[in-house]
Antibody, heavy 118, light 108 residues
Framework: EVQLVESGGGLVQPGGSLRVSCAAS????????MSWFRQAPGKGLEWVAH????????YYVDSVKGRFTVSRDNAKNSVSLQMNSLRAEDTAVYYC???????????WGQGTLVIVSS | DLQMTQSPSSLSASVGDRVTITCRAS??????LGWYQQKPGKVPKLLID???TLQSGVPSRFSGSGSGTDFTLTITSLQPEDVATYYC??????????FGQGTKVEIK
């Protein structure tokens, strides 16, 4: 069974940093791109970032470029999102998901809530 | 930047009705279009990819069509369990993905 379990969410002040992580199991991790999505309270879905199977390619939505960094540890079957210079508008549930090559994400974790507030 | 325009933003229909949701891309995206269903308080679920490929286990009353810039998600006979918000997603080869704004489907 595919499992994706996010952790690391919480309350952080504007301008602060937070690292959210995702532990994957039940599938061959190195066969998949890994993605982060987010959903602000009462709002729609937004793609945030991707990382390729070997970590050689990373892509970000414009609003987080230069502030967020996605990484993966294939030995530990995990993917992380380092979030710096956080803003109130980054408040959201952050989901990790796997994506087969050239296909959309087909399995998502349950999400972790990040609140940016003073 | 590529934009995905989804319509309507919400709809209310009766059980058994045919429901159609459209998604328009601001530029051609071939068939790199997926549809997700998100029930209240739940994680998004992939229903369709490649514009028209139904995922395993998804009821056959769901179907997708389109290519290029115009896409459609159809529910042929709306059921109470289909109450959800539906999102289209462009997953193009440039590796930057864009969602539509979502369509909230309710039962009349």
């Amino acid at each position: 069974e595919v499992q994706l379990v996010e952790s690391g969410g919480g309350l952080v002040q504007p301008g602060g940093s937070l690292r959210v992580s995702c532990a994957a199991s039940g599938f061959t991790f190195t066969n998949y791109w890994m993605s982060w999505f987010r959903q602000a309270p009462g709002k729609g879905l937004e793609w945030v970032a991707h990382i390729k199977q070997d970590g050689s390619e990373k892509y970000y939505v414009d609003s987080v470029k230069g502030r967020f960094t996605v990484s993966r540890d294939n030995a530990k079957n995990s993917v992380s999102l380092q979030m710096n210079s956080l803003r109130a508008e980054d408040t959201a549930v952050y989901y990790c998901a796997r994506a087969p090559e050239a296909r959309p994400s087909d399995s998502w974790g349950q999400g972790t809530l990040v609140i940016v507030s003073s | 930047d590529l934009q995905m325009t989804q319509s309507p933003s919400s709809l209310s229909a009766s059980v058994g009705d045919r429901v159609t949701i459209t998604c328009r891309a601001s530029q051609g995206i071939s068939n790199y279009l997926g549809w997700y269903q998100q029930k209240p308080g739940k994680v998004p679920k992939l229903l369709i990819d490649a514009a028209s490929t139904l995922q395993s286990g998804v009821p056959s009353r769901f179907s997708g069509s389109g290519s290029g810039t115009d896409f459609t998600l159809t529910i042929t006979s709306l059921q109470p369990e289909d109450v959800a918000t539906y999102y289209c997603l462009n997953y193009n080869t440039a590796r930057t993905w864009t969602f539509g704004q979502g369509t909230k489907v309710e039962i009349k």
